[in-house]
């Protein structure tokens, strides 16, 4: 996915989740409005996802651009309909008219309101493709609930963030991850867990892999250790689309060639990594709701964990994270959602230094630095697209 295509998606998204928060009767349907963003990561993978809290459901939308041929937008409406193997509910946006003029919308709209097809739990919304800005339009509504005994739905009791979750890999244990990937990936099953981690793992705690700064990574062994780091290697890979369940995607064979011609340390595999973090990981909307904070609040804390505290506040008043337990916060296991994102960041050099030593401003919050940002987006997708 392009960074266009995310960047409408993302507004027309917003705009939905908006109006149904309000309770605007216009677009809500079945939903409550204590509906808030989530994500799904699977294949197949919707462009905006939403978890209503109240009526316990998922919400998967796809998202289709404008300009495109009426068959893409029927292939829109066969994604719509696939995603309601997982998902309780299922939504496709397209634009009023196809690049030749035809009426896309009115014709899906017509389809899904067929007799045969009036129980199938798909929403339909159009926008003008001259004015996307001005929100969109509810076509065809979804007016039933659906019987959750009936559909393989998602966990709802995982709070995923819809942005790309990152703990301790650095590039250079991504590229060793990939290369066992590619070792490994003749065999059939669950690779990453049979045959890549093992591997991985003792190379771990052995000192044989490297962190971000290139010195060997120090790890004690332990059961829990172990059953740790397991997630935190695999989330990522899995979430950037580079494999499933440890089998490299088209995409990860191509980090892979970029890492054996330049180097895993190079600017070329660095530059690429980070623009798959900012587009697929979709940590530039993250940074852009960092932004939209920082410019709204008065007054900013002091200190760095307040401030991601009150991002965090921001986030859930928006709808763009899910309610959290409240053990997460009494017990102190987690203090933000966000944790190690503004770390990851840095490590790219697109935030800019308040000291050698820190990257908060106090009382300001972060500065990003948007011409590294446009760089490290025109040099990645150059790089993965060759």
């Known amino acids: 996915m392009g960074i266009l295509h995310d960047n409408l998606a993302t507004a027309c998204g917003d705009d939905i989740l908006r109006r149904i928060r309000t309770g605007d009767s216009s677009i809500s349907q079945i939903f409550s409005t204590k509906m808030v963003r989530s994500a799904d990561w699977d294949w197949p993978r919707p462009d905006y996802v939403c978890i209503d809290e109240e009526l316990k459901c998922s919400y998967a939308l796809e998202f289709k651009p404008p300009l ?54 798909i929403s339909l919304y159009s926008y003008n493709p001259l004015d996307i800005g001005s929100g969109v339009t509810l076509l065809r509504g979804i007016d039933e609930k659906r019987d959750a005994t009936k559909v393989k739905s998602v966990d709802l009791s995982k709070k995923e963030t819809f942005w790309c979750w990152w703990r301790d890999c650095s ?110 990981g979709k940590h530039l909307e993250l940074i852009k709701i960092f932004e939209e904070y920082q410019s709204k609040s008065v007054v900013l804390p002091e200190d760095s964990k307040n401030f991601l505290l009150g991002v965090e506040t921001f986030l859930t008043s928006e709808g763009k994270i ?65």
């Open 171 to 280: 590039h250079y244990e991504l590229y060793d991850l990939l290369e066992l990937a590619f070792r490994y990936n003749e065999y059939e099953g669950n690779i990453y867990t049979e045959k890549i981690y093992p591997e991985f793992y003792e190379r771990l705690v052995t000192e044989k892999t490297k962190g971000w700064d290139g010195n060997p990574r120090k790890k004690t062994r332990s059961p829990k250790s172990c059953k740790a780091e397991k997630q935190n290697y695999k989330i990522p890979l899995s979430q950037l689309e580079l494999w499933n369940e440890g089998h490299l995607t088209n995409l990860g064979f191509k980090m892979l060639e970029i890492g054996k011609k330049y180097g895993p340390n190079s600017d070329a595999f660095l530059n690429a990594l980070a623009y798959l973090i900012l587009v697929n």
């Open 68 to 121: 495109q041929s009426k068959r893409e937008y029927l292939t829109g409406l066969g994604q719509a309909l696939s995603y309601l193997q997982k998902h309780l509910y299922s939504g496709l946006i397209v634009p009023t008219v196809a690049d030749d003029g035809f009426h896309i919308a009115d014709f899906i709209a017509n389809t899904l309101n067929a007799d045969e097809f009036k129980k199938v739990a």
């Open 322 to 386: 899910g309610t959290r337990k409240p053990t997460a916060v009494t017990t102190a296991a987690k203090v933000t959602y966000i944790r190690d994102e503004p770390k990851l960041w840095n490590k790219f050099q697109i935030m800019k230094l308040a000291n050698k030593n820190s990257y908060f401003f106090k009382g300001e919050g972060y500065k990003f630095d948007w011409h590294k940002i446009s760089d490290l987006l025109i040099s990645g997708s150059q790089l993965l697209n060759e």
